[in-house]
């Protein structure tokens, strides 16, 4: 699986866009980019995933670059429950095991 | 609500004891995984099984840990002889097609 870079951490104003950048740059042709958070000592949510095109579900928006080098995830009105860390996973999907990396700690500021 | 569902929620064990613990997954869903989590860093993985079947084995999973999915639903993950080491939150996660749903997790806490 594709190795990804996120920043250690963000911060951003409560009620404002949060978003996440991940860089995949050796992203295979069929790989996913999938997004998890993890807000503390709770098991890791799924929020969404996506292969080409941008995604948007309830959650939150993916967009991901034509080139697929890089992807970046929209929480489009960040709320003080959306504090947590952030991991974005490049995997061939389906029976693969998730390779987590540190992720991005993102807090949100009243 | 149906989610993964993981037993016990925390251990507190002394060293050499053995642990045991159990994961309902999502009903339906064939595939199970298991993960450790230590302090300050990502979820790594343990093992995969789909249905009954131990499909792939980490290198992280020693001689001392076992994990059974006897009859395709709920696993068990069993720890022998306990070491400071194997502190940690081991979290379960099951699916039906492409994405892991991840239960609360077990804290596990060797003294």
């Known amino acids: 699986d594709a190795k990804t870079t996120q920043p250690p951490s963000m911060d951003c104003a409560e009620g404002r866009a949060a978003n996440l950048p991940c860089n995949h740059s050796?992203?295979?042709?069929?790989?996913?980019v999938y997004w998890y958070r993890q807000i503390h000592s709770q098991g890791p949510q799924y929020i969404i995933h996506?292969?080409?095109n941008n995604e948007t579900n309830e959650m939150a928006s993916l967009i991901i670059t034509e080139d697929r080098k890089s992807s970046t995830l929209i929480l489009p009105h960040a709320t003080l429950r959306d504090t947590a860390v952030y991991y974005c996973i490049v995997t061939l999907g389906s029976a693969r095991q998730l390779t987590f990396g540190s992720g991005t700690q993102l807090t949100v500021l009243p | 609500d149906t989610g993964v569902s993981q037993n016990p929620r925390h251990k507190i064990t002394k060293r050499g004891q053995n642990v045991t613990f159990r994961c309902d997954p999502i009903?339906?869903?064939?595939?199970l995984y298991w993960y450790r989590q230590t302090l300050g860093q990502g979820p790594e993985f343990l093992t995969y099984f789909q249905n009954e079947a131990q499909l792939e084995k980490s290198r992280l999973l020693s001689d001392r840990f076992s994990a059974e999915r006897p009859k395709g639903s709920f696993s068990t993950l069993e720890i022998q002889r306990t070491e400071q080491g194997d502190s940690a939150m081991y979290l379960c996660?099951?699916?039906?097609?492409?994405?892991?749903?991840f239960g609360p997790g077990t804290r596990l806490t060797v003294l």
């Open positions: 996660a099951s699916s039906a097609s492409d994405t892991q749903y």
């Open positions: 009903s339906e869903h064939n595939r």
């Open positions: 996506g292969l080409k």
């Open positions: 050796t992203i295979s042709g069929n790989e996913y």
